[in-house]
């Protein structure tokens, strides 16, 4: 099973920039489901961004639709998010997630897998955004 390990979050004024990546080792990350989740405070964990590595489908959810880009580095086995223009709203901790080996389908329709599906998980890393 992949490990993962999110680095890059910090604290930032409304308008600002963030970019979080995720390193990962231990085997099977380029065959994949990837995805950027986040949770802020008394509430529920929920979905930012997802990367099927066979480079056809990349989803935003609409709280990062024209502001975040998520990547991915073959090379370096990493996954990135980079943040643009960011909202208080955007406050949370940031995880990347990886499934187990398998075709990405629900990325092909515009969604993630429920995050029960993504067996790999980062520690997460926090984003504040605060003026």
């Known amino acids: 099973q992949v490990q993962l390990a999110e680095s890059g979050g910090g604290s930032v004024q409304p308008g600002g920039s963030l970019r979080l990546s995720c390193a990962s080792s231990?085997?099977?990350?380029?065959?994949?489901?990837l995805a950027w989740f986040r949770q802020a405070p008394g509430k529920e964990r929920e979905g930012v961004a997802g990367f099927d590595p066979t480079g056809d489908f990349i989803v935003y959810y609409e709280s990062a639709k024209g502001r975040f880009t998520i990547s991915l580095d073959n090379a370096e086995n990493a996954l990135y998010l980079q943040m643009n223009s960011l909202k208080p709203e955007d406050t949370a901790m940031y995880y990347c997630?990886?499934?187990?080996?398998?075709?990405?389908?629900?990325?092909?329709?515009?969604?993630?897998?429920?995050?029960?599906?993504?067996?790999?998980w980062g520690q997460g890393t926090q984003v504040t955004v605060s003026s």
């Open positions: 997630a990886a499934t187990s080996p398998r075709s990405c389908t629900a990325y092909k329709y515009g969604g993630l897998y429920p995050s029960s599906a993504y067996k790999s």
């Open positions: 231990g085997g099977t990350f380029g065959r994949s489901c």
